[in-house]
Structure formats: structure tokens, C-alpha cells
């Protein structure tokens, strides 16, 4: 099955799925924390300490979960995840203290593991699709959070936290479901199709012991790592921040052109990006998040300045979530790709986690400008991650378009390496 005969319906229905996962299980939490906090008589910041336990547990999960992705089929995983999100949305709303409450939130988050985008992006490409499936889900996903906290706001006026919670499992429960168990039969119906194998680094089918493969996979990872923690560390506190910086009023202005900017990207990248190399979005993606917070230190407190950082920072933020899917796909292949999005989604939130403590102690210790200064420094270190996964893949693919011809990229937009062209090397996809 190539990327055009995925159906539509297939997209749209998964990206709702997205929409509802995303909203549920994460972008709510901020707006219901206070309520929570009230009620179990703890402190916020106790609250938010449980949700990066809880992170951190999700990104020790991930790689076993896109393994099982491989195995299983992400369609079929994503059933039982849906189950287990919205049995565990339950138990945070009939927690009777804060041990309770706690639990839940861990049940949460490593549900989000077989049903948020990790286990998505697995799910269209067992379908044969690619690049422009996936940049379709983050363009539909893209809204969760713009529906999400309002919506969320908006019943918890009318309801109790644990209300709202027992509606958001109901959503997970008798909407997502339905629509991943259907994604389940469509993928097993589907039949086998020929996959072409996209690797930069021939016969790599997973994370190579030694080697250049190895090397490759490392900096991949401690690219998305660095985007993870530059970005986390900013996103969680945008709007203090950018008071902080001399911005007054107007934070709470400037930070809302981070969602749109989010999501705008997204469409420039389908509509424009079709051509383009992951490694070179990778790159890009991560010099706008530290470029656009470099604009931020430089003009503040100027408004215009601090706008033109929020849609930076939104391009790199929305281009990011693309490449986490796609770049393994083109220097990796679809072999084994389940486990490769795992590590991936684990390292970035890994380091996301502790992103947000990390900047508030560095801002303690030196002063915002300072802080943000050394955020600055640390995206430098992903730009050049990703520079290194950039040259190394260029080498690669010279080396074996040498004494071969040319292959025309797929509807995907990839190109297959002419050794996996042969007849020894191409594979099925079920």
C-alpha cells in the first residue's frame, strides 16, 4: 500500500484521536492542577512534581512500547491503550487523597505511550504511508491544545475537576476506542504491500552495536534530547518568563502566537516541504527554537521583538513534532521504525522533565538573562547534533549512489537506496 491509497478518513479519524489523547491526558492537567491542589490540599507545585515523576516513568516505557508497535501492530496496540487512558483519567477522578490522585496521573501517562503520537506515526506507516501522512496528523493534532484548554476551562466552570476527568474518559473510552479499533482492521486488511526500505546507513535495522550506524543513531538521539529539554524548559513557564524579561501585560499577548505559529508551520511544511530533507527541517527546526529565543534576550522588552520570538519558537516547536516521526524514517527505514520513534519519543522526554525544575534553578542561581543565555547554548549543541546526522547521511548516501544510478524519490517523497531495490532486499509490510 503506497502513501496515496491511505484513506483520508484514516488520517482524520486518527488525528481526532490525537486531539482528544493530547487534550485529555496532558494539556488539560494545567488547567485542572489548582482545583486538584485545593482539594488534596497540596501545593501546585507538588501537583506539577507528579506529572514529571510520571513523564519519566513514560519515557523509560517508550522503547518498549514501539517495539511492541513493531510486533503487535500500532493499531491494535492503541486499543487496550485506549482502555487503560481512560481507566486511568478514572482513577484520578475517584482518588479518595493524594497516593490515589498520584497513581492515576502515572497510569496516565504511560497509557499516553500507546496511544499519543509515538505510537501514531507507527500506525500510518503500517498503513504505507509516510512523510505526508505524519505532517497530516501534526497538522490536525496541532489543535488540541487551542480546543483543549478552553473547552477544559469552560466545563470545569459548570463542573468539578473529578467531573471533568470522568467526561475525559468517557471520550477516550467511547469515541478513541471505536475509532482505533477500527484502525486495527483496516491495517490488518490491508494486505501485504512492498515496502521500500529507506535507510541512510545500508543494512542498518536497528541501533548498531559499534560503527558509523551506532554513531548516527546517538546523535539523533542527543538532538531531539536538547530540543526536548530547550523546549520544555521555555514552554512550561512562557508566560512568567516573558514577564520576567520586562514584558508585563503583553506576556499573555505574545504567548498566544505560539499555538497558531505551532500549526502554521505544520501547513508551510505540506505544502512547501515536500522535497526537503528530514535532517535539514531537524535542522532548521532546532536553529528557529534557538534563534528565536536568542531575538527574545536581544530586543527585550520589546513587544514586536518578543512576537517575532513566539513564532520562531512555535515554527521550530510545530516542525520538531514532524521530524520526531519522519527523520527516523528516512535514515532508518520502516524496518524495526516502532522502536526507533520509542527511543526517540523517550529521549526528549527524558529530558523534558526535567527541563522546567532545571531553568527555574538556574534562574535562582544566575537571573533570567543569564538562564536563558545558557538554553541558548545547550540548542547550539542540538543545531549541531543535527549538523553531524546532516554530513554523516550526505556521506552516506554519495557512497552508494557511486558506481550506481539514480533512483527517483517514492510518493513518500524518500529515496530507496538502489542496494534495497534488489529483489534480496525488498520486504512486506503487513
Known amino acids: ?75 491494535r496496540l492503541m486499543v487496550p491503550g485506549s482502555l487503560a487512558a481512560a481507566s486511568a483519567l478514572l482513577l484520578c477522578a475517584l482518588a479518595p487523597g493524594r497516593a490515589g490522585f498520584a497513581l492515576g496521573v502515572l497510569a496516565m501517562e504511560l497509557a499516553s505511550c500507546f496511544v499519543l503520537y509515538s505510537t501514531a506515526f507507527v500506525a500510518i506507516v503500517q498503513l504505507g504511508g509516510a512523510r505526508r501522512g505524519i505532517t497530516h496528523l501534526t497538522l490536525i493534532a496541532g489543535f488540541a491544545s487551542t480546543l483543549f484548554w478552553p473547552l477544559t476551562t469552560l466545563l470545569h466552570h459548570h463542573l468539578g475537576w473529578r467531573e ?12 478513541c476506542l471505536p475509532i482505533h479499533w477500527w484502525l486495527a482492521r ?43 529539554f530547550m523546549l520544555s524548559a521555555v514552554l512550561v513557564q512562557m508566560v512568567p518568563l516573558l514577564t520576567l524579561v520586562g514584558l508585563g501585560g503583553a506576556s499573555v499577548l505574545v504567548a498566544s502566537l505560539f499555538g497558531p505559529s505551532q500549526v502554521a508551520s505544520r501547513l508551510v511544511n505540506m505544502l512547501f516541504g515536500r522535497g526537503l530533507s528530514q535532517t535539514a527541517l531537524a535542522l532548521g527546526a532546532t536553529a528557529a527554537l534557538a534563534g528565536g529565543l536568542a531575538v527574545l534576550l536581544v530586543v527585550a522588552p520589546s513587544v514586536p521583538g518578543a512576537m517575532l520570538f513566539a513564532v520562531l519558537f512555535g515554527f521550530g516547536s510545530g516542525l520538531m513534532s514532524i521530524v520526531g516521526g519522519t527523520l527516523p524514517l528516512e535514515l532508518f527505514g520502516r524496518e524495526r521504525y516502532g522502536s526507533y520513534v ?13 527541563a522546567p525544575f532545571g531553568l527555574t534553578l538556574t534562574i535562582a542561581g544566575l ?26 547521511s550526505r556521506k552516506s548516501r554519495r557512497g552508494e549512489e557511486s558506481g550506481t544510478v539514480a533512483v527517483a524519490p517514492d510518493a513518500a517523497g524518500f529515496t530507496a537506496s538502489p542496494d534495497y531495490i534488489s529483489g534480496a532486499r525488498l520486504k512486506t509490510l503487513n
Do not use: C
Not at 34 to 48: D, G, H, N, R, T
Not at 60 to 65: G, H, K, R
Not at 207 to 217: E, M
Not at 342 to 354: D, E, H, L, N, P
Open 342 to 354: 520509542g527511543w526517540i519519543t523517550a529521549a526528549r522526554q527524558f529530558s523534558s522533565a526535567f
Open 164 to 175: 471533568v476527568l470522568i467526561l475525559f474518559a468517557a471520550l477516550n473510552a467511547f469515541v
Open 1 to 75: 500500500m503506497t502513501e496515496g491509497k491511505i484513506p483520508a478518513s484514516a488520517i482524520w479519524a486518527l488525528g481526532a484521536t490525537q486531539i482528544i489523547g493530547y487534550g485529555t491526558l496532558y494539556y488539560s492537567y494545567s488547567i485542572l492542577a489548582p482545583a486538584v491542589a485545593a482539594e488534596l490540599a497540596w501545593s501546585q507545585k507538588w501537583v506539577f512534581a507528579v506529572l514529571s515523576v510520571s513523564l519519566l516513568a513514560s519515557a523509560v516505557l517508550a522503547p518498549f512500547a514501539g517495539s511492541l508497535a513493531d510486533r503487535v501492530g500500532a493499531g
Open 367 to 392: 537571573g533570567v538573562f543569564p538562564a536563558l543565555w545558557l538554553n541558548v547554548v545547550v540548542g547550539l549543541f542540538g543545531i549541531a547534533a543535527f549538523a553531524a546526522v546532516a554530513l554523516i
Open 186 to 228: 483496516l491495517s490488518s486488511h490491508a494486505g501485504k504491500a512492498r515496502e521500500r526500505i529507506v535507510p541512510v546507513t545500508p543494512g542498518l535495522s536497528g541501533p548498531a552495536p559499534g560503527g558509523r550506524g551506532s554513531l548516527l543513531f546517538v546523535l539523533v538521539l542527543a538532538g531531539f534530547a536538547i530540543e526536548g
